[in-house]
């Protein structure tokens, strides 16, 4: 049975910086690419980072470019992204999933992830 487990979300001040982590188990990590995805009160569950599964592609949403980053570590089975000069705008609950194809290219659709985690939230004060 595939599990995501996200951890690492908190409430911090504008400009600061977090780091999400992903726990995965059931699956064999490195034959699927990841990706990390945020949903804000009222409003639709968008892209926001993705990782090819040996983690030598990588793909983010234009307004987190230069401001997060994702990796992954197939040793321990994790996904992190690491978020710095943190805006109120990026105040949403942030889930991790897999694609759906094993040994594909990471997308930007959610309709293309099948597991999906529990989400972490994160709030950024101005």
């Known amino acids: 049975q595939v599990q995501l487990v996200e951890s690492g979300g908190g409430l911090v001040q504008a400009g600061g910086s977090l780091r999400l982590s992903c726990a995965a188990s059931g699956l064999t990590f490195n034959a699927y690419s990841m990706g990390w995805f945020r949903q804000a009160p009222g409003k639709e569950r968008e892209f926001v980072a993705s990782?090819?599964?040996?983690?030598?592609?990588?793909y983010y949403r234009d307004s987190v470019k230069g401001r997060f980053t994702i990796s992954r570590d197939n040793a321990r089975d994790t996904v992190y992204l690491q978020m710095n000069s943190l805006k109120p705008e990026d105040t949403a609950d942030y889930y991790c999933?897999?694609?759906?194809?094993?040994?594909?290219?990471?997308?930007?659709?959610?309709?293309?992830?099948?597991?999906w985690g529990q989400g972490t939230q994160v709030t950024v004060s101005s």
């Open positions: 999933a897999r694609l759906r194809a094993a040994y594909a290219p990471p997308t930007d659709r959610s309709a293309d992830y099948d597991y």
């Open positions: 990782i090819s599964r040996l983690g030598g592609g990588t």
